[in-house]
């Protein structure tokens, strides 16, 4: 009688992984269910994933909607202030001046609310590029590159330069 085990008919006997290979086929139910499993799972992060990043882009989209919203509402009061003021028919320049400098002070409160502060350097401050644009420079008696004057006011918004200020600065001695 032939030993069929060792035979050429039967070559995966013959091979060394041939009784991991029988175990390995009754695993496969089990192999197939943990894959389906596992690839539901991956599918199922990957959606959630998407739908994070949505939210998120919806988030940052509600965010400039809304502090563009709250800038112009801070806004409104001066707004009404100014509208008050031409209602006005028989105003005395003093009545107006007063009401300028009010409608200022409303204006400039709203600005700081909405972190929008001024960048007024004071005579002899050192020039900053980042924060000041120099027009002139003019011979001064003070330390060169320090500012001489400001001819407009600069302004920053949540520490970023919104409009830098302008100045003259003195000249090197």
């Given amino acids: 009688m032939q030993n069929t085990e060792n ?8 091979e060394p992984g041939a009784a991991p290979v029988a175990e390995n086929a009754a695993e496969q139910p ?20 998407e739908n994070i990043r949505r939210r998120a882009e919806e988030e940052v989209v509600k965010a ?11 806004l409104l009061p001066v707004k009404d202030s100014l509208e008050a003021a031409i209602a006005i028919q028989a105003a ?28 007024s350097p004071s005579a002899g401050t050192k020039f900053d590029p980042h924060q000041h644009q120099a027009i002139s420079v003019v011979p001064a008696d003070q330390e060169a590159n320090s500012v001489v004057a400001v001819l407009q006011k600069g302004y920053l ?7 830098p200020a302008l100045v003259t600065v003195a000249a090197p001695k």
């Fill in 92 to 119: 005395t320049p003093e009545q107006l001046l007063e009401g300028v400098h009010a409608t200022l002070r409303q204006l400039s409160q709203a600005l700081e609310r909405n972190k929008v502060m001024e960048i």
């Fill in 157 to 163: 918004i949540a520490d970023r330069v919104l409009r």
């Fill in 7 to 14: 035979s050429p008919q039967n070559p995966a006997a013959n």
């Fill in 64 to 74: 400039r909607k809304f502090a563009v919203e709250n800038f112009a509402d801070s």
């Fill in 30 to 49: 089990s192999l197939d269910a943990r894959l389906a499993e596992m690839s539901d799972a991956y599918l199922r992060a990957k959606a959630e994933t």
